[in-house]
C-alpha cells in the first residue's frame, strides 16, 4: 500500500490534497455536505492506489536482436512484443528501452491500451558507429492506472548482448606469391633440367639434412640452397595488430585504432577465404585469433568477435621474445612505432619470409591532413627504418581508401623480391 502511495502521480497528489482541505474547511464551516465531498475525493485516489496494490497487474515482454551480431554503419533491429494476463483493466503504459548512445537514441513507446487477448508488437532500429560488446536494456514500463491517478514502475526485461563487430571492406588480389605457407614463395621454382619435376628450394637454415642440398642451386647462386620436399596445400599468414593506446590518435569512431581494427578485419577475412590459415595477433604475440583455411562462416565470426571486444593495451612501446609470425607470413597493421619498436620487430623475423606493414600516420587523425608533405617525420622515419629491414611498407591516413591500401601492399610484396634470396 505504502509502495502505491508512493507513485500517485500529479493528478492524485492534488486530488488528496484537495480532499484534505475540503475535509478541514467542512469542520471549519460547520458544512456537512462538503464532508462528504472530501471524504469521496480523499478515498479515490487511496481506493485507486489499494487497488492496484492488490491487483498487480501481470505484463509480460520478450525482446528479440536482428541481427545479434551487426557491424559498424549497418542497421540493426529490436523487436519486442507485450501482453498482460488478467480481464483487469490496464491503463496507459509508457516503454523506454535502455540503448546506449552508441547504438543510437533511447526508444521510448505509449501503449494507451494493452488488450488482454493477444500481444503487441513494438519495433525500433538500431544504427551502431562503434564497435564493442554493447548491452541493450533494460526494458522499464511506467504502468498508469485507467483514471491516471497512480503510477509505479517495473523492469520487464533484463540486458540482451549485442557484438558490434568492425566494418569489413571487400579487398581484392594477394601479395604475389601468398599462400605457399610457412614463408616459401610459390613463384620462385627451379627447373632442375628436362623432365626433371619443378623443385622448391629455400636457403639453408641450420638443422637441415645436408642430404636434402640442390647442388644446381647452390652452384648458381653461390649459398647452399636445400629442396623443400612437399609443398604445403595452404599457406599461413599472421595478420598483427597494434592496439595500443599510446600508439593511435582521435577518439570515437573517426580513431586510428578504429581504421586499423577495421582493415585487419578486412585483411585477415580476405586471406581466410583465399584459403589461408589466418592467425590473428596482438603487437606483442599475443593470439586473438587462429582461424583454418578451410571451413564456413563461423570462423569469419571467431575473426570479428574478437576484434569486437578488442580493448587499446596500456602498454607504452612493443615488446617481444619471439617471432610474433612463428615463421609465417606477416602482414603488420601499426600505429605510431618508435625506433626501438621496429628494431623489436626485425629482429626476430627471418630475412626470408615475407614481412609487410601497413604504418599509420597517426598524428593526422588529430591534425586532420592526411597529405604525404604533411606525414610526420617520426612516420617517415619508421617506414625507412621498416624498408630497410627488408619489409614491404605502405603508409595510411584517415583518408585511405582501404582497397587502395591493400592493393599497394600487394604490389610492395612483389616489389620486395624473391623470398628465399631475401630483400633485394
Same mark, same amino acid.
Given at each position: 500500500?505504502?509502495? *502505491? ?11 488528496? *490534497? ?12 460547520? =458544512?456537512? $455536505? @462538503?464532508?462528504?465531498?472530501? /471524504?469521496?475525493v480523499v478515498a479515490l485516489p487511496l481506493l485507486v492506489a489499494a487497488f492496484i496494490s492488490a491487483t498487480r497487474l501481470r505484463i509480460g515482454a520478450t525482446r528479440t536482436l536482428r541481427p545479434q551480431r551487426v557491424a559498424v554503419g549497418g542497421n540493426g533491429e529490436v523487436q519486442l512484443e507485450l501482453w498482460r494476463?488478467?480481464?483487469? !483493466? ?8 535502455? #540503448? !546506449? ?8 513507446? #505509449? ?13 525500433? !532500429? ?5 564497435? +564493442? ?11 498508469? $492506472?485507467?483514471? +491516471? ?6 523492469? @520487464? ?5 549485442? /557484438? ?19 614463408? $616459401? ?10 623432365? =626433371?619435376a619443378d623443385v622448391i628450394v629455400r636457403q639453408y637454415r641450420q638443422g637441415d639434412d645436408l642430404r636434402k642440398v640442390h647442388w644446381r642451386s647452390t652452384a648458381r647462386r653461390d649459398e647452399i640452397m636445400v629442396r623443400v620436399e612437399e609443398r604445403p596445400w595452404r599457406g599461413g599468414t599472421t595478420v598483427l ?36 590459415? #589466418? ?28 576484434? *569486437? ?11 617481444? *621474445?619471439?617471432?610474433?609470425? =612463428?615463421?609465417?607470413? @606477416? ?24 614481412? @609487410? ?11 586532420? #591532413? ?26 595510411? +591516413? ?14 610492395? +610484396? ?11
Amino acid at each position: 500500500m505504502l509502495r *502505491a502511495l508512493s507513485g500517485l502521480t500529479t493528478r492524485g497528489r492534488c486530488l488528496l *490534497a484537495a480532499g484534505i482541505a475540503a475535509a478541514v474547511c467542512s469542520f471549519v464551516l460547520n =458544512e456537512r $455536505d @462538503l464532508l462528504r465531498v472530501a /471524504v469521496f475525493v480523499v478515498a479515490l485516489p487511496l481506493l485507486v492506489a489499494a487497488f492496484i496494490s492488490a491487483t498487480r497487474l501481470r505484463i509480460g515482454a520478450t525482446r528479440t536482436l536482428r541481427p545479434q551480431r551487426v557491424a559498424v554503419g549497418g542497421n540493426g533491429e529490436v523487436q519486442l512484443e507485450l501482453w498482460r494476463s488478467g480481464r483487469l !483493466p490496464a491503463g496507459e503504459i509508457l516503454l523506454e528501452d535502455g #540503448v !546506449p548512445y552508441a547504438l543510437g537514441s533511447r526508444p521510448r513507446f #505509449v501503449v494507451e491500451r494493452l488488450p488482454h487477448d493477444r500481444r503487441v508488437a513494438l519495433r525500433y !532500429p538500431l544504427q551502431p558507429v562503434l564497435r +564493442g560488446i554493447q548491452q541493450v536494456g533494460p526494458l522499464r514500463a511506467t504502468i498508469t $492506472d485507467p483514471f +491516471g491517478l497512480c503510477e509505479f514502475e517495473r523492469e @520487464l526485461i533484463g540486458h540482451s548482448r549485442l /557484438v558490434v563487430v568492425p566494418r569489413v571492406v571487400p579487398l581484392w588480389g594477394l601479395p604475389s606469391g601468398a599462400g605457399i605457407g610457412v614463408g $616459401d614463395d610459390g613463384t620462385v621454382r627451379l627447373h632442375a633440367g628436362q623432365g =626433371e619435376a619443378d623443385v622448391i628450394v629455400r636457403q639453408y637454415r641450420q638443422g637441415d639434412d645436408l642430404r636434402k642440398v640442390h647442388w644446381r642451386s647452390t652452384a648458381r647462386r653461390d649459398e647452399i640452397m636445400v629442396r623443400v620436399e612437399e609443398r604445403p596445400w595452404r599457406g599461413g599468414t599472421t595478420v598483427l595488430l597494434d592496439h595500443r593506446a599510446a600508439a593511435h590518435h582521435g577518439s570515437g569512431p573517426a580513431a586510428s585504432l578504429e581504421w586499423a581494427v577495421s582493415f585487419a578485419a578486412s585483411a585477415a577475412l580476405h586471406l581466410r577465404r583465399a584459403g589461408h590459415r #589466418v592467425r590473428l595477433v596482438s603487437e606483442h604475440g599475443v593470439t586473438l585469433a587462429d582461424t583454418p583455411g578451410d571451413g564456413g562462416d563461423h570462423y569469419d565470426h571467431v575473426v570479428l568477435d574478437a576484434l *569486437a571486444a578488442l580493448q587499446p593495451a596500456h602498454q607504452r612501446d612493443i615488446t617481444l *621474445a619471439r617471432d610474433p609470425a =612463428e615463421g609465417q607470413e @606477416l602482414i603488420a597493421v601499426l600505429g605510431t612505432v618508435s625506433t626501438e619498436a621496429v628494431h623489436e620487430l626485425a629482429q626476430y623475423r627471418p630475412r626470408g619470409i615475407r614481412s @609487410l606493414a601497413v604504418l599509420l600516420d597517426t598524428p593526422t587523425w588529430s591534425a586532420g #591532413v592526411s597529405a604525404p608533405e604533411q606525414r610526420a617525420a617520426a612516420t617517415e622515419d619508421s617506414a625507412a627504418l621498416l624498408r630497410a629491414a627488408g619489409w614491404g611498407v605502405i603508409v595510411a +591516413g584517415p583518408g585511405s581508401p582501404m582497397p587502395q591500401v591493400w592493393a599497394e601492399l600487394c604490389r610492395s +610484396g612483389a616489389r620486395r623480391g624473391t623470398l628465399i634470396g631475401g630483400p633485394r
